[in-house]
């Protein structure tokens, strides 16, 4: 067990990553405090995992606002009194596929309050707690768009705006035991992608993405869930300020 012991937030439990993330974490011995927006969404993880034998409990918190973030840490420390790692999942693309033309301030600003502003305020808070703790594993949820891509402008740049915070992060909490890293995956399969594009275009999207990674797949939730638990546990303990591209060998 890799983690026991340990007590863990993933924000964005409800979700095929961060479901993922979850069980497999509280398969490792961890506490893992499930995290989203959706509530029957988290019961449904906190039941999987205390159905396989782990443990956990779920707090319900909107990461776009900040005061929610805030409430969301000192519940955790109210209940368990430490935090020991967080996996900031909670995210997606509110301005997919729009032409530089057509960027839509509302969407954009919904793109860097969901997936970079969030991401800031749960290291801000979980910083708070881990420094005097002189301990903490930060992970946080980029993508391989990080690199840029076209048409995702405001996401890529709210992804490739984790991976300098999450490296900025890394230089200012070393020294206090803590280690912040990032995940960059390239297409996984989740329910909600193909819940959102129908069986057809998901297919479609799949195979042309499948031929162009050199492993001839994409990712799984679980290839994600494993590179987590591999920064979060003592494996990775003298790595830092690291993005870890989940990408079959996509854009080598
Ligand atoms: N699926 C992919 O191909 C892929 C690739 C790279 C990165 N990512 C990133 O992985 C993360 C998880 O995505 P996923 O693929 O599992 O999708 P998903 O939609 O299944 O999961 C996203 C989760 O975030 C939650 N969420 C959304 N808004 C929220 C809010 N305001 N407050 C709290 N929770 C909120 C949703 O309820 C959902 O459970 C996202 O950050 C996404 O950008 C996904």
């Known amino acids: ?7 863990v937030l993933v924000t964005g439990a409800a979700g095929g990553i961060g479901r993922a993330v979850a069980l ?16 029957a969404g988290c019961s449904e993880t906190l039941e999987l995992i205390e159905g396989a034998g782990g443990s956990g409990c779920s707090l319900l918190a909107d990461v776009m ?3 929610a973030i805030r409430l969301l840490y000192r519940q955790i420390m109210d209940r368990f009194g430490k935090l020991d790692s967080v996996v900031n999942i909670a995210g997606g693309d509110c301005e997919p596929a729009a032409d530089v033309e057509e960027i839509d301030y509302v969407r954009m600003s919904a793109n860097l309050d969901l997936n970079l ?13 881990m420094k005097p703790q002189g301990f903490g594993r930060i992970v946080n949820m980029s993508s391989l768009v990080y690199r840029g891509s ?9 992804k490739g705006g984790i991976y300098a915070f999450t490296r900025s992060l890394a230089l200012s909490l070393g020294c ?14 989740v329910p909600a992608f193909v819940r959102a594009l129908g069986p057809e275009r998901w297919e479609m999207l799949r195979k042309d993405c499948a031929g162009r990674y050199p492993l001839g797949r994409v990712a799984t939730p679980d290839d994600v869930a494993r590179c ?4 979060a546990s003592d494996d990775a303990a003298f790595i830092t300020g690291q993005i870890l591209e989940i990408s079959g060998g996509a854009r080598l």
Do not use: W
């Open 24 to 39: 497999c974490f509280a398969g490792e011995g961890a506490v893992v405090v499930v995290s989203d927006i959706n509530a």
């Open 228 to 231: 987590a638990l591999f920064l």
């Open 176 to 189: 206090y035991g803590i280690t912040v890293n990032a995940l960059a995956p390239a297409l996984v399969e």
């Open 1 to 7: 067990m890799r983690l026991s012991g340990r007590i």
């Open 117 to 129: 502003k969030s991401c800031i305020l749960s290291c801000r808070e979980a910083a708070r707690v």
């Open 150 to 158: 076209p048409n995702q402008f405001s996401y890529s740049a709210a």
């Open 65 to 67: 606002h900040e005061s």
